[in-house]
């Protein structure tokens, strides 16, 4: 079975453009999180995705969006980029939508805004 | 405001030893709480978890302890491989729907054989 995939690996961007980050979940799970991790910094929480629906927003910008499709797959989307948007973005595939349930993370996607 | 603190950045220990590293927290409504270890270039990956009834919840060499009254948490690793060396992250859950995790910054353990 595979497990969480993100693309692309890494991606560099200029300031003002936009970005799509994808993700897709282990087979079976149905929910999805983003999280930002800056260099030096934990994981912080950007949104969480159930079926299709947004159950949780962290304390980001509008110019961050997300959706997840009905194959439960997840694009994550930044907009007007900032030179502060530079980090890991790391995508957590969950059973559900619940909480206690183990979240499993995919590699991430090294964005870089130059 | 960080809600999870590891304050200590970086540990050094000895294979063989014991690795304590340490966690505090400022709210009291954080339900569940979790330990992720991360490789360069990989995602975390879950380690052990420890839910806000218990004080200590053990699986092989992990073993976590909660002090709910210090708001204080640590993971012991016993005994210490090279293979350990990685950043370890702490992870808060609050009590309520979602799944959302509240991290600290992590502590980078280094294992010498």
């Known amino acids: 079975d595979a497990g969480v995939t993100q693309s692309p690996t890494h991606l560099i961007k200029t300031r003002g453009q936009h970005v799509t980050l994808r993700c897709s979940p282990i087979?079976?799970?149905?929910?999805v999180s983003w999280y930002q991790q800056v260099l030096g910094q934990g994981p912080q929480f950007i949104f969480q995705?159930?079926?299709?629906?947004?159950?949780g927003r962290g304390n980001f910008p509008d110019r961050f969006s997300a959706r997840q499709f009905p194959n439960y797959s997840s694009e994550l989307n930044v907009n007007a980029l900032l030179l502060g948007d530079s980090a890991l973005y790391l995508c957590?595939?969950?059973?559900?939508?619940?909480?206690?349930?183990?979240?499993?993370f995919g590699p991430g996607t090294r964005l870089t805004v130059l | 405001d960080q809600q999870v603190k590891q304050n200590s950045p970086s540990l050094s220990v000895q294979e063989g030893r014991i690795s304590i590293l340490n966690c505090d927290y400022t709210n009291s409504m954080f339900d569940y709480f979790l330990w992720y270890k991360k490789y360069p270039a990989e995602g975390p990956t879950f380690l052990i978890s420890?839910?806000?009834?218990?004080d200590k919840n053990e699986d092989g060499r992990f073993t976590v302890f909660l002090n709910k009254s210090a708001k204080h948490l640590s993971l012991h690793i016993v005994p210490s491989q090279p293979g350990d060396s990685a950043v370890y992250f702490c992870?808060?859950?609050?009590?309520?729907?979602?799944?959302?995790?509240?991290f600290g910054k992590g502590t980078t353990l280094s294992v010498s054989s």
């Open positions: 995705y159930y079926e299709k629906e947004e159950r």
């Open positions: 087979s079976g799970h149905k929910s």
């Open positions: 992870a808060a859950q609050p009590n309520q729907a979602g799944t959302a995790l509240i």
């Open positions: 420890i839910s806000s009834i218990k």
């Open positions: 957590a595939s969950i059973l559900s939508g619940f909480s206690y349930n183990e979240q499993f």
